[in-house]
């Protein structure tokens, strides 16, 4: 009997889902590569809300987290096929698609939340968004994954001369390659999580903000972390641009503005728990230098300006003359 229950309740919940779906007249299948407890998810989560509120329902959203729909390449590549519709993505893979990004991936460009709010959210941001287009792609909003810095489970870090030949992990695109090259170490890219390379060595270090280190127990795999703060990396709340084609102005226009609502939504709710985070890895035991030395990092970075060519350039350039 209790069997029957649970099968009938199992199937009530389904038709329920599905007749939701079923009802909606748009789906919007959305991939993020990481659990329901980052930042990323709860983003995503407040956008449903939005969106299915706002639509009286008749676009529904389907939340796809933990990489179930393979990691940040693959569902750019979806999105760019349509098979998925929607994700928020970290702006390092992007790059590959949308070559403009790599101007606020660059080192150090941006001091502090106020600066980057300055660029992202301002006439430069909302250009490099624009781009998205050219690959097939709609770049609805900027959200925050927030500064990296870099852990590993070798040896303190304090000056770029430590990181030399320690194998760290980047996240899958040339430029983060290139800018761990220049620093000294021997960079593997990798999609994301890695908690197991990190935990059998395969891997010595990684380089990801605070929000991530904690939200991912790193500091279980990984003794030391250098406040590097090296660079500012960006979420984006990306698109199918053939699926936002074929909407109706009006629902194209409450994407954007649900996109903004939880993206502004989302950034502060990681602003509010940095010192949090950093009180929390300090408590779980990592070895933290809060005050590397910066300058030996961009002394090693700043030639790969010379490398920057096309729209990268155009936006870098545009960025270092808005200072
Ligand atoms: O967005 O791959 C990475 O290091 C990212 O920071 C991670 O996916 C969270």
Same mark, same amino acid.
């Not at 590549?77 to 993505?89: D, H, K, R």
């Not at 900027?142 to 070798?154: I, Q, Y």
């Given at each position: ?208 903000? #605070?929000?991530?280190? &904690? +939200?991912?127990? =790193? $500091?279980?795999?990984? *003794?030391?972390? %250098? ?19 074929? #909407?109706?102005?009006? &629902? +194209?226009?409450? =994407? $954007?503005?649900?996109? *903004?609502?939880? %993206? ?60």
């Amino acid at each position: 009997m209790r069997k029957f229950f649970i099968v009938l309740f199992v199937v009530v919940v389904g038709i329920g889902f599905s007749a939701q779906s079923y009802a909606a007249k748009y789906i919007i299948n959305l991939g993020i590569v990481t659990t329901t407890k980052t930042f990323h998810y709860k983003a995503a989560a407040r956008f449903k809300q939005i969106v299915e509120k706002k639509s009286g329902g008749a676009i529904s959203v389907i939340i796809h987290h933990s990489g179930s729909v393979g990691d940040e390449t693959s569902i750019l590549q979806q999105l760019q096929l349509g098979v998925l519709q929607a994700g928020v993505i970290t702006a390092g893979p992007i790059d590959k698609f949308v070559p403009a990004i790599k101007a606020i991936e660059f080192p150090f460009i941006f001091k502090n939340y106020k600066d980057v709010d300055r660029i992202l959210d301002g006439k430069i941001g909302q250009a490099i968004l624009s781009q998205f287009k050219k690959a097939n792609l709609i770049g609805f909003h900027f959200l925050e994954n927030g500064f990296r810095n870099l852990t590993n489970s070798v040896r303190p870090v304090h000056t770029a001369a430590d990181v030399k030949g320690l194998k760290i992990r980047v996240m899958n695109s040339q430029f983060q390659i290139a800018i761990w090259r220049a620093i000294g170490a021997n960079p593997t890219p990798m999609p994301w999580p890695i908690y197991t390379q990190l935990s059998q060595h395969v891997i010595d270090g990684e380089e990801n903000p #605070l929000a991530v280190i &904690y +939200q991912y127990k =790193l $500091y279980e795999v990984q *003794k030391y972390l %250098s406040l590097t703060h090296h660079v500012y990396s960006a979420l984006v709340f990306v698109g199918s641009k053939s699926f936002y084609d074929k #909407l109706p102005a009006k &629902y +194209q226009k409450l =994407l $954007y503005s649900a996109a *903004k609502d939880a %993206s502004i939504y989302e950034r502060n709710l990681n602003r509010d728990k940095v010192k949090f985070f950093l009180s929390e890895l300090k408590k779980h035991g990592m070895i933290i230098d809060e005050h590397p030395d910066i300058n030996s990092f961009k002394l090693k970075v700043q030639k790969l300006k010379l490398q920057f060519r096309g729209d990268a350039k155009k936006y870098l350039d545009m960025i270092l003359a808005s200072k």
